[in-house]
């Protein structure tokens, strides 16, 4: 991406606003030893997938590291645990459809309508990597080159060829929203990994209170991000008892 990649992510992630109502509270910086005993204790790699298996992991992977590449502003997706963010989220209740509607009749939307497919997003993404593990079984898509991966998620954009019953692009909106959340996302939820994402844009995170800057004007907040896990506030509630596949598509392959 060019130099203008601060200014998309900032777009992108809908954090200008946050970032500018708090920009000149304060210029002291607010000592947080919970945040370093928390980076402190976290692990250099991320923790196992719980949802993909090894082949799904292939092409997220490095479909993700196409999309918010690494670069000299800053690392990428990878670096900030993106894939496992999306892992996360699969393999547990919204992955699950917990909150979607599930009884038909399904039918061919406008796009107004916004999502008609029957698909949980778990059995979305099952479906469509299954769909394009054989697109690609010749030659995955991890082994192309940067600039043949580029064009292969071009296609997928703007693509209506079904991938087993789900639209290319629908599964590529559905990717590049999940990277996003898990590029800019609190770190309790599995991404952002050294809030990465929020350094990228000068987010100040999730600061409970500034009761000891409202007294300071016209200084700017230059102090660490915050967790909501470092306010004790925060953490990931996982659902074994709901089956992220929903019982209708088997695990494709080894883990």
């Known amino acids: 991406m060019d ?7 900032l777009r992108s992630a809908g954090v200008a606003v946050a970032v500018g109502s708090s920009a000149a509270l304060a210029q002291q910086a607010v000592a947080q030893p919970s945040q370093a ?20 992991t292939a ?13 000299a502003e800053g ?38 309508q916004g999502y008609q497919l029957p698909f949980t997003p778990a059995e979305l993404f099952r479906t469509a990597l299954a769909a394009l593990r054989e697109e690609t079984a010749s030659r995955p898509f991890h082994q192309l080159s940067a600039s043949a991966q580029d064009q292969f998620l071009r296609d997928l954009q703007t693509s209506d060829r079904s991938l087993g019953g789900v639209p290319a692009k629908v599964f590529f909106e559905s990717l590049w929203a999940l ?16 809030m990465v994402g929020w350094k990228l844009i000068g987010f100040p995170g999730a600061y409970a209170n500034y009761y000891h800057q409202v007294d300071q004007h ?16 925060g953490g990931l509630q996982l659902h074994p008892d709901i089956p992220a596949h929903g019982g209708a598509l088997p695990q494709q392959g080894g883990r």
């Open 179 to 194: 990277t996003l959340e898990g590029f800019f996302a609190d770190p309790v939820y599995g991404g952002n990994h050294g």
């Open 37 to 56: 005993a928390a980076q402190a204790a976290q692990p250099d790699n991320p923790p196992a997938y719980v949802f993909f298996n090894a082949n799904e």
């Open 218 to 233: 016209g200084l700017a907040f230059n102090a660490a991000p915050v967790s909501l896990a470092d306010n004790g506030h």
């Open 75 to 112: 690392p990428g997706a990878l670096a900030a645990w993106v894939p496992h963010f999306i892992d996360l989220q699969l393999g547990g209740a919204w992955g699950a459809g917990e909150r979607l509607y599930r009884s038909g009749p399904w039918q061919g939307g406008t796009p107004t």
């Open 3 to 9: 130099s203008g990649r601060r200014s998309f992510f």
């Open 59 to 71: 092409f997220v992977e490095a479909a993700v590291d196409r999309l918010i590449p690494a670069d």
